[in-house]
Structure formats: C-alpha cells, structure tokens
C-alpha cells in the first residue's frame, strides 16, 4: 500500500485542477447576482481560465524541466492556493478574474505538466497503467462531482465555501509532499525560450478565443462581431492568425535546435507516433466530454427548469461510471493493449452519444437518461484510463515534463474547443430550426414572419421558453395567438438545437476512430520500480 501514497497525493491534485471550471458552470446565475452583473462577463471569466491555462501549459512544463517536477509541482500549488483564497473573498469581479482566472490558471500550467511526470517516474509498467487510470479517473471524477458539489453549495450555502476548501486541500497536500519520490533538475539549466513562450502562448489563446466567440460573431456570415473583415466575420481570419504564429513559433524553435540552444517545445516529439496519436485523441476526448457538458446542463436547467444541485444530481451517473471504469480499465491492460480498449472506449461512447440524443425531448425521461449518461461515462473512463499513460510511457524520462505539457494543451485546447465548437452547432441549429419552424406555421402572418426572420439571423439566444413568451406579451408586436405559436415553436427549435448538437458529439467520436491506429497494440509488462 505505501508505493500507492504517491499518488493519493497527486490524485488530489488532478481532481482540484478539474473541479473548478464544472463548479463555475453551474454558480453562474448566483455569480451575476452577487457581483451585479451580466452572464457574457461571466463567461468572460470562465474563458479567460482556459485561455491561461492552455497557453502556458508548455511553459509550465518546461519550467519543471529547468527546475525540477516536484519543484514545480510544489510551487504551482501555492500560487494555485493564493489564487482560490482570493477567489473565495473576492469582492468585484475584476479580483475574481484575477484570482481565478489568472493566479489559479497560471498555478495549473504549473502542477499539471509536473503531476504527469510524477506520476510516470513514481511507477512503472502495469503500476503506471492503474496510477493513470486513477488519475483518469479522479480527473472525470472532479468533472462530473463539479455540478453537484457546486450545486448543493451555492443553492444551500455560498459557492465561495468551495475555493475556501480548495486552500484547505492545497494545505494538505503540501503538509503530504514527503510521500512524492523527489526528482533531480539538470545540471546545467537551460534558459527559458521566452519568445517561444510569447508565440506559443499567443498563437493558442487566438484560436481558442476566435472559436469560443464563434457562436456570437458567426463564422462566416457575420452576426454581431466587434469589426468584420472584407464583409465578413473576423472568425476564420482570427484562427488563421493563430495558426500564422503557431507556424512562426514552429519555425523559431527549429532555428534554436539548429543553434544548439534549449526550445520550449522539441518538435521533433510529434514524430513519435504513439505519443502524436494519444494526444490527438485526448484532444477528440475532452472535445466530446466538454460539449456533452455543455449541452446537457443547458437542457436540464433551460429546457426542464431544474436548478443548480438538482443537475448535478442528475450528472451523477458519469461521475460513477467514469471513476469505476477508468479504475478497472487500468486493470485490462492485462487482457487487452491500450489501443484495443480505446477502441472499445469510443464505440462505447458513440452508442452513449447516440442514446443521449433519443433521450433529450420536452418530458425528461429519467431511467433511459440515467443509463445514457452512465453509459457515457463508461467510455470516457476507457478512454480516461489508457490515453495518460499513453503518453507518458512513449516518452524517455527526460521528455516526461514536455510530454505533460503537451498532455494537458491537448486537453485544455480540448475542452475550450468542445465547448465553443459544440456551443455553436447547438446556437446554428437552434436558429435554423426556429426560422424554419416560424416559416413554415400558418397560424404566424407573413408580416411577423419576416420580422422574426430578421431578428433570428441576428442572433438567438439559448434561454426559457417562459422568458421569451413573457416578453413577447409585454412587447404587445404581435397578437397573442401568435405569441403562443411562437413560444411552441421556439420550444421544438430547442430541442432539435440540443439533438443536433449532442450528434455533433457523436460525429466527433466516430472521426476519432481514425487516429487510434498508432496506438500501442501491445500490453504494458509490470516491472519493478
């Protein structure tokens, strides 16, 4: 049992990196209310934490490289605890961007790059697979527990409790760090890339930022963009400066390998071919889950009218299954190789994705939901408990910091794309199948059919059917048999939205099948640490 106190530390640490976005999410109502003021700045909050964090992931790594991972590890985790104690006391909302979004992102590109080496140098073969597929675990756990935790506190008591015992565990973890094998940092130190970090951390924040604002700016047709360029949305042409300085920053590192000095990033990494496709498909991975997180909430609280604690009761299904399967796919390495459970992971989740989507109607089926979402957290924990140490084992030692950077961009990136992307489809559609319903309705005149045409092509918003009956009542614009068609039709346009978006979920999981076959097809052997 003492080789596994190890990682009941740095298992602590991954579910504290993924608890606080799922809390955030699900605290958003009670957060415009305490700071007065509007939804989209609080979503600016919660935007700018995975911009930090998946901009900075590779410097993180890096500077456990120069320094030492439990340094590292050790350090990120006081700037991450001074970040949650001045989330938990913010007094505006500028100290809470600050304190979360920035401190606390900042303390996470430190502890995780640091948290994958760790473990990969604190076990090692079959030991190494079942320490990941904990941290898998734990990882899907913090995710999925988010809501509820997050729910209960900030219906019955005050969502600041929740960074208040952030500090806590932070305390405790630190008070526990004799039990993490120490590492050696090099002896000869090299300098930090910083205009590597510059280009990096900009070329990723730009895309992440055009694609997270893709649903209000459109991406070709412009919607309500802050400028347009030659007539359209600044979308496309912002992701393309992204990839213009991620080619820059490309180049610049191949220019300092050639002169013999330290890069931030070996680009050299991606031609190992097992540690390229475990990254694909963790980026696939958190893509998926993130936007089934973001659909699925929305239709509980939206659509069904549940409030906060009442979702994350009804999320607690993959909560479950993702903690048990991530734990006992880690133990199927001895049956299976990890290419072979991956496989069986993303079948798995397709046929959940699927089901979700029979499952979203106006009445809320709760048995066949509940197998749903259990099912979906059934091939995330297959998925969670190979793809960590996937990557970590395709490196040598030396690479592990790197590689865990590389590791948690690819989920970073993941998430914020899964929520933009998936965030977008489900708008597209919503506006789609409104317009479309409102045309094709005899009981609306042509008059208020065009005016409603107009307004939905320059934005619809995801709200309750009550607030868009109870303001076109008080507009007195139409009559109130119009209003009532209206109201069902916007009713079935969400649903159609929520089902097409969760489909794009699913389309994504069938696509990942084409990056699993550089996966290794061979079992881990357990070797002595």
């Not at 050696?184 to 604002?213: H, K, Y």
């Not at 929305?298 to 299904?317: C, I, N, R, S």
């Amino acid at each position: 049992m003492g080789r596994w106190k190890a990682l009941f530390v740095l298992g602590i640490g991954q579910f504290l990196m993924v608890l606080d976005a799922s809390v955030m999410n699900v605290s958003i109502s009670q957060l415009v209310e305490d700071f007065d003021t509007e939804v989209t700045a609080i979503q600016g909050v919660i935007t700018l934490y995975t911009l930090v964090m998946a901009a900075f992931m590779l410097t993180g790594g890096k500077l456990g490289d120069m320094f030492g991972r439990r340094r590292a590890f050790i350090v990120g985790l006081c700037v991450y605890g001074v970040g949650s104690g001045l989330t938990a006391i913010a007094p505006t909302l500028w100290v809470l961007a600050l304190g979360w979004s920035v401190i606390e992102g900042l303390g996470a590109a430190l502890v995780l790059p640091a948290l994958a080496a760790l473990v990969a140098g604190a076990y090692q073969g079959r030991d190494r697979a079942v320490a990941y597929g904990v941290i898998g675990g734990l990882a899907g756990a913090g995710i999925a527990v988010g809501p509820l935790l997050g729910g209960w506190t900030t219906t019955y008591l005050t969502w600041r409790l929740v960074f208040a015992g952030e500090v806590v565990l932070v305390v405790l973890m630190l008070a526990l760090m004799r039990w993490v094998p120490s590492d050696e940092p090099p002896e000869r130190r090299p300098r930090l890339d910083v205009a590597g970090v510059v280009l990096s951390a900009a070329g990723l924040a730009v895309i992440v930022l055009a694609v997270l604002q893709s649903s209000s700016w459109g991406w070709l047709k412009p919607r309500n963009p802050p400028f347009t360029v030659l007539g359209f949305s600044p979308t496309l042409f912002a992701v393309a400066l992204g990839f213009l300085l991620l080619e820059v920053f490309r180049r610049h590192e191949h220019r300092l390998e050639a002169r013999g000095r330290e890069p931030l990033l070996r680009f050299g990494l991606f031609a190992n071919l097992p540690l390229r496709s475990g990254l694909v498909t963790l980026f696939n991975q958190n893509t998926i889950m993130l936007g089934v997180f973001f659909v699925i909430p929305l239709y509980l609280q939206v659509v069904q009218g549940l409030d906060a604690f009442e979702t994350g009761v009804k999320l607690l299904p993959v909560s479950v299954t993702m903690l048990i399967a991530s734990m006992g796919g880690s133990r199927l390495v001895r049956f299976a190789s990890p290419r072979a459970i991956v496989r069986v992971g993303l079948l798995v989740l397709l046929a959940a994705t699927l089901w979700l989507v029979g499952t979203i109607e106006p009445e809320l089926g709760g048995v066949q939901f509940g197998f749903a979402m259990g099912l979906l957290g059934l091939g995330m924990g297959l998925l969670a408990s190979q793809l960590g140490n996937v990557v970590q084992s395709s490196v040598e030692e030396a690479d592990r910091s790197e590689a865990g950077g590389l590791q948690y961009t690819a989920q970073n990136l993941g998430s914020s794309v899964g929520t933009a992307l998936i965030g977008a489809i489900l708008i597209g559609a919503l506006a789609g199948s409104f317009s479309a319903k409102i045309q094709d309705d005899p009981r609306i005149s042509d008059a208020v059919q065009s005016q409603a045409t107009v307004r939905i092509e320059a934005g619809v918003a995801f709200v309750p059917t009550d607030d868009v009956a109870n303001a076109l009542h008080a507009s007195g614009a139409v009559s109130a048999p119009e209003a009532d068609a209206i109201v069902d039709n916007y009713s079935e346009a969400q649903i159609d939205g929520l089902k097409v978006a969760v489909l794009a979920c699913a389309g994504i999981t069938a696509v990942s099948f084409l990056f699993t076959s550089r996966l290794p097809s061979e079992r881990p052997v357990r070797r002595k640490s």
